[in-house]
């Protein structure tokens, strides 16, 4: 009962130079950060270098911000020799990485050895982290890099409250951007602002903030939290000029130098309508990874599925007609997709599909933002394969699934498999529910005067979701909105199982906002 013994094997460059170090270890579980955790000792660290060279670029890039925010605080020395050796600690030169981590460690640990309770000395940790933290929670970037912008901004707030010289802010940009890593980035500044304020580290109006005295040397200073607004002024806003070049960090260049893109398409036939390829090209140049993503109109999606091995396809979407049918090519099935009964989701790892359904998770996204599904009693309408998925999404989330569709075969089998009841569409008006959502098509541009439930069943207590995104605003969304009801479009569904995507495919957080934009910007250029 005294806890159990334990180590670390670090296997990010993060977690070597930063995370392993100082007893202050959590992992994230069922969505919030950190919350399981420990505040003691490992029995041993093993930090093993050649482990460096299996990570994605920006993973290295990530654990640089740490290394660079080490020497600013606390060494000028190895300050200058990373700014001297950036190349070579970039491509993972042994004897500069292993100088680089061990300098790291051992800083980090003189730092957390003179002050284990967090009091004062350890605060200096903190340097670029008061706008990192809030960053890293709004714009969906790694911690590294909302890290790295945190630090030039904290630098300026440094040249504005004391002595740091500009230019020492400049050599920490030009750094940082050596080591590919963002120095500036569009963000929504409410938001930010928002975030900054929950800092748990502040005090009334006043906080804790670090600024540099010089390159190597930090001070702890309580700054009012106006004096820290002040940095605000460094976020670039998505409204301001030329917001476009902004996307871009540096990262994304870097890898486009140093590797070929990994690829990414959609199967499909009629296909030049997705929007999937803006939407995954948007959020790989935003978040800086090597990726490009094609549209292909594929009739034999056998014959795709051969050339994704052939051309190591690292993902792919998969869409109409062929969602079912490229199930018997693949090499392994998600156990979502194998209940659904369909894939729209590929992963390839060294030449292994799996295929996965992202539309359950993308509909349960979009109506759990609004509303818990905990005993709702939802009513599908249709029963396709759309239908299909987002029924498992919703039984999975506990709501009562009762189908709606035209043709009792079809609906009486969907609402045995999802454990609901059944009721013919010409009915409807008999049925009570809590929330709707149409899942057929219609209502769907070029018949957008069309839709599948008379206006006439709605009330104000309803929430009424249509997966439809052309037009955005269905006529079965405009007579809802008029009867008082809450209402979500297609918008959301489409961008969260894009979201699941580009995880699945990337590893890294997916910009949700960047996504939700490409498309948002898409539809409306068709709307008008
Ligand atoms: P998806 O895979 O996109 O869900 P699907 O498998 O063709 O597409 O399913 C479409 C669903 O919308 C079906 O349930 C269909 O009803 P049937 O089961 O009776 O075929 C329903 N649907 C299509 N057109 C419809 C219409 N005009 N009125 C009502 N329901 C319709």
Redesign the pocket.
């Known amino acids: 009962m005294r806890g159990l013994r334990f180590g670390y094997i670090a296997t990010t460059l993060l977690s070597q130079v930063d995370a392993s170090v100082g007893g202050k270890n959590g992992v994230n579980f069922q969505g919030y950060k950190n919350i399981v955790g420990v505040f003691n000792q490992p029995e041993f660290v093993i930090c093993d270098l050649s482990l460096l060279t299996t990570l994605p670029d920006r993973e290295i890039s990530c654990g640089f911000a740490e290394i660079v925010k080490h020497g600013a605080i606390a060494d000028a020395e190895m300050f200058a020799y990373l700014e001297e050796n950036a190349a070579r600690a970039f491509s993972l030169d042994l004897s500069v990485i292993e100088k680089l981590v061990y300098e790291s460690v051992r800083i980090k640990a003189v730092v957390v050895n003179r002050d284990e309770l967090e009091k004062g000395e350890r605060r200096k940790l903190n340097f670029g982290h008061t706008f990192g933290h809030a960053i890293e929670k709004t714009a969906g970037i790694s911690h590294g890099e909302a890290v790295s912008v945190g630090m030039v901004i904290a630098s300026a707030v440094s040249e504005a409250n004391g002595p740091l010289k500009s230019v020492d802010t400049e050599r920490l940009q030009r750094l940082l951007q050596d080591l590919s890593l963002p120095t500036r980035i569009e963000v929504n500044v409410d938001l930010v602002w928002d975030a900054l304020q929950k800092d748990k580290k502040r005090e009334g109006d006043t906080i804790h903030f670090v600024l540099l005295e010089q390159i190597g040397s930090a001070v702890v200073r309580r700054l009012t939290i106006e004096d820290v607004r002040d940095g605000m002024k460094y976020l670039k806003s998505p409204t301001d000029e030329n917001p476009s070049q902004a996307h871009v960090s540096t990262g994304a260049k870097r890898s486009l130098q140093s590797k070929a893109p990994a690829l990414f398409g959609v199967f499909g036939d009629p296909i030049s309508h997705s929007l999937s390829p803006v939407m995954h090209n948007r959020a790989f140049v935003f978040s800086g990874y090597n990726g490009v993503y094609f549209p292909f109109r594929v009739n034999a999606i056998a014959k795709a599925i051969s050339a994704m091995k052939t051309l190591n396809m690292r993902g792919a979407s998969v869409t109409?007609p062929h969602?079912v049918r490229v199930m018997a090519h693949l090499d392994r099935m998600d156990a979502m997709a194998e209940k659904i009964g369909?894939v729209n989701t590929i992963l390839n790892q060294d030449g292994i599909l799996t295929g996965y359904n992202s539309d359950a998770r993308g509909a349960v996204s979009a109506l759990t933002e609004r509303l818990s599904l905990k005993n709702q009693r939802v009513a599908i309408?249709?029963?396709?394969?759309?239908?299909?998925a987002v029924g498992y999404g919703i039984v999975e989330n506990k709501g009562n699934v009762m189908v709606v569709?035209?043709?009792a075969k079809?609906?009486e089998q969907l609402a045995a498999d999802l454990c609901g009841d059944f009721s013919l569409?010409s009915e409807i008006q008999k049925i009570d529910c809590d929330v709707l959502i149409n899942?057929?098509?219609?209502g769907m541009f070029p018949d957008v005067d069309?839709t599948?439930v008379p206006g006439t069943f709605f009330n104000e207590h309803m929430t009424v979701m249509d997966i439809i995104y052309t037009p955005l605003q269905t006529r079965l969304l405009k007579e809802a909105t008029a009867a008082g009801c809450d209402t979500i479009n297609g918008l959301p569904m489409f961008v969260y199982q894009g979201a699941f995507q580009f995880e699945l495919w990337t590893g890294m957080q997916a910009p949700v906002e960047v996504m939700r934009e490409a498309v948002s910007e898409v539809l409306a250029f068709h709307e008008t």
């Open positions: 109409l969602k369909a309408v249709g029963a396709g394969g759309a239908a299909r569709n035209r043709t079809s609906g569409l899942t057929t098509p219609v069309a599948p």
